[in-house]
C-alpha cells in the first residue's frame, strides 16, 4: 500500500486526494497547502488526514512513499527535487516545469535518485484516447497523415501561463503518444486581444517527417466550448470529440488512395473510399483514476510511467518552442535535441 502526500490543495489537489484515495493500492496521508481555507476543506471531509501549511513536513515523513504536486508551475521543480531528493516517487500537475532546462535537471535527478516522475497529463489517460492508440497499434488507422485539433472554450484565464501552456499541453501530451518518431518543426501564432499581456488565442503547427503534420486551435475567447479532434489515416480517419457523452469516438473508413492507372494519367490521381462509421463504446473509467491506478503500478515496480518525465520535458520544450516562434510572428523553428 503506497502512502501518498498530496501538496496543494486548490484546484486540482482535491481531485488528486479524492482518486489516490479511492484507488486499490494506496491512500493519502497527508495534505499541505498555505491557505487557510483550503486545509479547512481538506480537514473537514479527511479529519483523520494530516494537514498542514509545510509542504517539507511531508517530504521529510519517512513513511510517505510518494508525493503528488498540485501547485502553481513556477513551484514545481523545488518542489519535485526535493521530494526526489527524499527517496520519494513523484506525481507533478502538468506542464512538468516552466522551462525545458528545469525539466530536464529534474529527469536526470530522477535517475540519479532511481526514483519515477509521473507527469499527469491526464488526457493520455482517458478511454477516449486509449481506444484511439489501440486503434493505431492494431492498424486499423493505418499510417497516421494529420491531426487537426480545436480546444477552445471562454475562460479560464490562467495567472501563470498564457493559452498554449493551458490548452495545447493537452494536445501535445496526445500527439507524442499518436505519432511516431519526433516532431522536426514548430511554428505558432498567438495573440492577446485584450491586451492584459497574455495570450489568449494561439495555433500551432508541428511538423514531422514525411509531410506529416499535426495542427492545434486554442482560445480562451470563444462563445462555446469545444473540444474536438480529427486524426486522418491513410486506411480510415477518426473524429475525437471529448464533449459528446456517449458517442466519444467515431470510426470512419474513409480515405483518400493514389492510383497508378494510366488511363488516368492525365486526371487527379487519387480514388475516394466512402465505407461505415463505427462508434465504439469507449471506457467510461474516470481518466484520473486509471492515472492513480497506473501511477501506483509503476512506482511499486519503480518502472517509468507512460507520461514519465522524459515525455513531460519533450512536452515543456515543445510549450517553449511554442511560444519562442509566437515571438517571432509565426517562424517555423527546428526542434533539436529531442
Known sequence: MLKYGVIGYGYWGPNLVRVLNTAKDSRVVAVADQVAANREKAAGLYPAM?????????????????????????????????????????????????????????????????????????????????????????????RVLYYDSTRINLGLYQKDVNVIWDLAVHDFSIILQLLPGRPVGISAISSDPLKIGVEAVAQITLLYPEQVMAHVNTSWLSPVKVRQILIGGDKSMIVYDDLEPDTKIRLYDKGVEFTQDPQRQYAMKVEYRVGDMLAPQVDSREALSHMAAHANECFAANKPPLTGGEVGAKIVRLLELADLSASKRGEMLCIENW
Not at 511531508?58 to 498540485?70: E, F
Not at 513556477?74 to 527535487?81: E, G, I, K, M, P
Not at 488526457?123 to 492494431?138: C, M, N, P, Q, W
Open 50 to 142: 494530516k494537514i498542514t501549511d509545510d509542504a517539507r513536513e511531508l517530504i521529510a515523513d519517512p513513511a510517505i512513499d510518494a508525493i503528488a504536486i498540485a501547485t502553481p508551475v513556477t513551484t514545481h521543480f523545488d518542489l519535485a527535487w526535493a521530494a526526489l531528493d527524499a527517496g520519494k516517487h513523484v506525481i507533478v500537475e502538468k506542464p512538468l516545469c516552466e522551462s525545458t532546462e528545469k525539466a530536464e535537471k529534474l529527469v536526470e535527478f530522477a535517475a540519479k535518485k532511481q526514483r519515477q516522475i509521473l507527469v499527469d497529463h491526464t488526457f493520455v489517460y482517458t478511454g477516449a484516447v486509449r481506444k484511439v492508440l489501440s486503434y493505431r497499434d492494431e492498424g486499423r488507422i493505418g
